[in-house]
Nanobody, 113 residues
Framework: QVQLVESGGGLVQAGGSLKLSCAAS????????MGWYRQAPGEARDLVAE???????KYADSVKGRFTISRDNAKNTVYLQMNSLKPEDTAVYYC???????WGQGTQVTVSS
């Protein structure tokens, strides 16, 4: 059974940092393109950052220079380090594994002003 389990969300003040983790089941992980997405209330779910199995990265313009995606294939885990957080970063954050389109259940990030 495929599982993606996010953790690390919470409440933080503007300017603070959080590190999200997404633990995956299965040896498929090392071949996956892993992405972090976020969805605010009433908004679409948008890509935040993506990391291919080859190490290429992609970031949304709004998070460039503040967020960093990384992975540890030995632990089947992808991370999202979020620094200099802003209230507009408040959303539910999801991880996704492609090309299989596996999704995690999401973790809430709330940034207070």
């Amino acid at each position: 059974q495929v599982q993606l389990v996010e953790s690390g969300g919470g409440l933080v003040q503007a300017g603070g940092s959080l590190k999200l983790s997404c633990a995956a089941s299965g040896s498929w992980f090392r071949l996956a393109t892993m992405g972090w997405y976020r969805q605010a209330p009433g908004e679409a779910r948008d890509l935040v950052a993506e990391l291919t199995f080859g190490g290429s990265t992609k970031y949304a313009d709004s998070v460039k220079g503040r967020f960093t995606i990384s992975r540890d294939n030995a632990k089947n885990t992808v991370y999202l380090q979020m620094n200099s957080l802003k209230p507009e970063d408040t959303a539910v954050y999801y991880c996704k594994a492609d090309p299989w389109r596996y999704w995690g259940q999401g973790t809430q990030v709330t940034v207070s002003s």
